[in-house]
């Protein structure tokens, strides 16, 4: 059956971040790139206005003689190959860098699969074998480096260029039905996600704080223009307060905060470390702190305790303040 370029264009407003439209040409590859993106951060999801129509006529048309040449090399799907090959490779060390051999099989394969995804989308496809192989070989080179991602998917994207070839043309009536499609792009998407988001739920803590941190650098950045940093930290507070509107306001609210209080509850291991070393509870006031940090360093400073271990249980004592002066909220517990 052809396809219909308003419908597409109807699927692509409706749910285009999500890859609709083009679950409903049969690009695959690409409706699940853009559900592990959200429609290519956006930006894909708006350069497609121009080019649904092609995307149609490819479906539409018999393009076997155009498959028998070898395609040509697209900056743009090179550029593609390597951000999302960065990009797996990056959630890959958020979510999977307690595996062992991370560095050697874990990152490459990431970075060679989303480098891959990307040189499958549309009609033409790549050596998914030497793609892998580029990644393994390449991955020693920068072992342990946070920025080994970039150089492994450089590489990676390279070798995908260069073994790049059309797919063999579908006979009419192959085309699979709607339902194990689906499940496979789920099972897809919950390999790439579940070891992401159990990493957050993990350290919910530690991963709030530093969403708190970075917007307040952010905010701190424009210190001299007051009205700025106003309209910023509205901006930046907007989803908060579109939910609230959402789920009514008022009694939500309060009820999202306690959920909010609850998550925080959970001390990272750095705050349960610190406590501990101060010899503090958890409903520790900024007072009980401070009073445990100065009679821990009069017990453990160099110059009053002449044991070999005083000097590094100095140094650990000052970390511990410093780490509850930070991050320690007991006012959540009230």
């Known amino acids: 059956m052809a396809k219909s370029v308003m419908v597409a264009y109807f699927l ?3 749910g285009g971040p999500l890859g609709l439209h083009h679950l409903y040409l049969g690009r695959d590859s690409h409706a ?9 951060f956006g930006f894909g999801w708006v350069r497609e206005f121009t080019r649904i129509p092609a995307y149609v006529g490819e479906v539409n048309q018999d393009a076997e003689k155009e498959r028998r040449r070898v395609p040509s090399v697209g900056p743009v799907r090179f550029a593609g190959q390597v951000c999302v090959g960065i990009y797996f490779g990056t959630v890959a060390v958020i979510g ?3 595996l062992k051999f991370f560095y050697l099989i874990v990152l490459p394969l990431c970075v060679g699969a989303g ?25 020693p080179i920068f072992y342990g480096s946070s920025f080994s991602p970039l150089p492994i998917s450089l590489a990676a994207s390279v070798t995908a260029a260069k073994h790049r070839r059309f797919k063999p043309p579908q006979t009419p009536g192959s085309t699979q ?11 897809a998407w919950l390999a790439f996600s579940a070891p992401l988001g159990y990493c957050i739920f993990h350290n919910t803590t530690a991963t709030l704080y530093y969403l708190s941190d970075c917007f307040a650098a952010l905010l701190d950045i424009f210190w001299f223009l007051p009205w700025l940093r ?14 609230c509107v959402i789920t009514g306001g008022g009694y939500y609210e309060e009820a999202w905060r306690k959920v909010l209080d609850i998550l925080l509850k959970e001390y990272t291991e750095k705050e349960k470390e610190a406590l501990q070393v101060l010899s503090l509870e958890v409903e520790a006031s900024l ?12 017990i453990w400073h160099p110059d009053h305790n002449p044991s070999k271990d005083a000097e590094a249980m100095f140094v650990r004592v000052h970390e511990a303040y410093e780490v509850l002066l930070r991050h320690h909220r007991p006012r959540r517990f009230k």
Not at 32 to 40: N, R, S, V
Not at 177 to 187: C, N, Q
Not at 230 to 243: D, K
């Open 12 to 14: 692509w407003a409706v």
């Open 32 to 40: 699940l790139l853009w559900m592990l993106t959200i429609g290519g």
């Open 96 to 98: 999977l860098n307690s």
């Open 115 to 139: 480098v891959h995804l990307v040189s499958n989308i549309g009609q033409q496809t790549s050596d998914l074998q030497k793609t892998l192989t580029t990644c393994l070989i390449t991955s």
């Open 177 to 187: 039905e709607l339902g194990p499609r689906l499940y496979r792009l789920g099972l």
């Open 230 to 243: 106003s309209v910023l930290e509205y901006i930046l507070l907007t989803p908060y307060r579109i939910l």
């Open 287 to 298: 007072e009980e702190i401070t009073r445990s940090y100065r009679e821990q360093v009069k």
